[in-house]
């Protein structure tokens, strides 16, 4: 089966850096993506990773390293609303369907 | 404007009464997906179509029922069986392949009179 791992809650200041963590176990891993959600509201998709690294969109940035089956969403900048839950999701066997993490509450203070 | 529509927005449903999801999307995508949310939890997957006229049953489809007639809509159906249902249901389609994303729909609310 799969399986991910990311914190519950990040606690951080307006203006601050913060980086939300996920691990998984998957076979036929394809890609580690982020989605951000606001309360009540659709998720809607930030990152996609499939190789290793950094790929830097804004103020946000996804980090992916498969050989420790690790990755992470960096927040630069924090804002009032970007307080929200934050999913990673893997891709992964052939019908490329992503499973979902439990998700990161953020809440960001000023 | 492209993209995917859910309603109603919020539902309530009697004991022993099915109801009835909406979801439609204008986006042409060929895969759609039917995702259950509750506090604190991530989403889990009900049923996925990746073709008209085919649908697969995701981790919890057990009370649930889906049909796939049109490309565009996707409804699912919440049984008399599904013992718990008070939950964020979540629409969502995507183009094929690995790297493309899933978009949502708004979601529907729904809960137990």
């Known amino acids: 089966g799969q399986s991910l791992e990311q914190p519950s809650e990040v606690t951080a200041v307006e203006g601050a850096i913060v980086q939300i963590n996920c691990t998984y176990q998957t076979s036929g891993f394809y890609g580690l993506s982020w989605y951000q959600q606001h309360d009540g509201g659709a998720p809607t998709f930030l990152s996609y990773n499939a190789l290793d690294g950094l790929e830097e969109t804004g103020r946000f940035s996804s980090f992916l390293s498969r050989s420790d089956s690790y990755g992470y969403l960096l927040l630069q900048e924090l804002q009032m609303k970007d307080s929200a839950s934050y999913f990673c999701a893997v891709t992964s066997g052939g019908s490329y369907i992503p499973t979902f993490g439990r998700g990161t509450s953020l809440i960001v203070h000023p | 404007d492209g993209g995917i529509t859910q309603s109603p927005k919020y539902l309530f449903r009697k004991e022993g009464q099915n109801v009835t999801l909406s979801c439609e999307q204008n986006?042409?995508?060929?895969?759609m997906y039917w995702y259950r949310q509750d506090p604190g939890q991530g989403l889990r997957l009900i049923y996925y179509?990746?073709?008209?006229?085919?649908?697969q049953k995701g981790d919890i489809a057990e009370g649930y029922s889906v049909s796939r007639e049109k490309k565009e809509s996707f409804p699912l159906t919440v049984t008399s069986a599904q013992k718990n249902p008070t939950a964020f249901y979540l629409c969502?389609?995507?183009?094929?392949?690995?790297?493309?994303?899933?978009?949502f729909g708004d979601g529907t609310r729904l809960s137990i009179l």
């Open positions: 986006l042409n995508h060929d895969a």
């Open positions: 179509s990746q073709i008209v006229n085919d649908f």
């Open positions: 969502a389609s995507r183009e094929q392949g690995s790297n493309q994303p899933q978009h």
